[in-house]
Nanobody, 123 residues
Framework: EVQLQASGGGLVQAGGSLRLSCTIS????????VAWFRQAPGEERLGIAS????????TYDDSVRGRFAMSVDIYRRTAYLHMSDLSPEDTAVYYC????????????????WGQGTQVTVSS
């Protein structure tokens, strides 16, 4: 069974940094579109960053571009999301996902999901 395991969330002050990790078991990320999503209370789950492992193309939502950096280490079977200059508006549950979605920022089309990790940014 192929599974994703996300980790690295926590409580951080505004302006601080965190690194999220997402490890795949039972397969590798090779060939997948890998993405990080987040969902705040009462809001929909939307993608914030993705890496197309086939050509290493990385895409960011405007809300995080320049502050967050996503990478995928195929050999370590781990995807990372480096988050810096965090603000309270970044507070959400963060999910990693992998699949062959046609629209990277929308959840539909992703076959695999991690369990979510909470990120809370205090002001």
């Amino acid at each position: 069974e192929v599974q994703l395991q996300a980790s690295g969330g926590g409580l951080v002050q505004a302006g601080g940094s965190l690194r999220l990790s997402c490890t795949i078991s039972g397969s590798t990320f090779d060939g997948y579109l890998v993405a990080w999503f987040r969902q705040a209370p009462g809001e929909e789950r939307l993608g914030i960053a993705s890496v197309a492992t086939g050509d290493s193309r990385t895409t960011y939502d405007d809300s995080v571009r320049g502050r967050f950096a996503m990478s995928v280490d195929i050999y370590r079977r781990t995807a990372y999301l480096h988050m810096s200059d965090l603000s309270p508006e970044d507070t959400a549950v963060y999910y990693c996902a992998a699949g062959f979605a046609g629209t990277w920022w929308r959840p539909i089309g992703y076959e695999l999901w991690g369990q979510g990790t909470q990120v809370t940014v205090s002001s």
